[in-house]
């Protein structure tokens, strides 16, 4: 799996607002020379950002992006979805199969009698299992846990000196 370099964008460039040191907006033309990255793809992206509600657009002269709401409240899962969708990352695509009948037939076995569940094979439940994780360790990571950890790394590099 492999996230698109829009996302990669996305959140460097919400790390950046999160830890612009004048704690008001930031212009695409900063924002896209900090990121290398031309204006137009960068406005499209925070165009995703500002539609869910991730950032604010500042109108004006002196406009730009700030984030719309606090650093610590903005995870990283929050951000993926918005930029690559909310699409499952994997679906069994081989329903039909003998082998697909057999796995999901002994997924229906191992099931608790009295919980209803949809049938499907022990590939697809592993699978599933996975983006649980996934889901979990990303929606643990926000915007504010990295600017924290970046601060701790280099308050640890001057102390070093």
Known sequence: MQFSKSTDYA???LLHLGH???HNNVGIKELSATLGVSESYLSKIMSKL???GIVRAVPGVNGGYELARPADQ???LNVIQVIEG???LFECSN???QQHQLLAEAGDESQEQH???KSGCLVEKVMDGAQQHLHQYLQGHTIQSVMDEAFKHCSHEVNKK
């Open 11 to 13: 959140l460097h460039a």
């Open 20 to 22: 612009s040191d004048r």
């Open 50 to 52: 500002r539609q869910d």
């Open 74 to 76: 903005i995870t990283f």
């Open 86 to 88: 909310r699409q499952q």
């Open 95 to 97: 329903s039909s199969s």
């Open 115 to 117: 919980r209803p569940h």
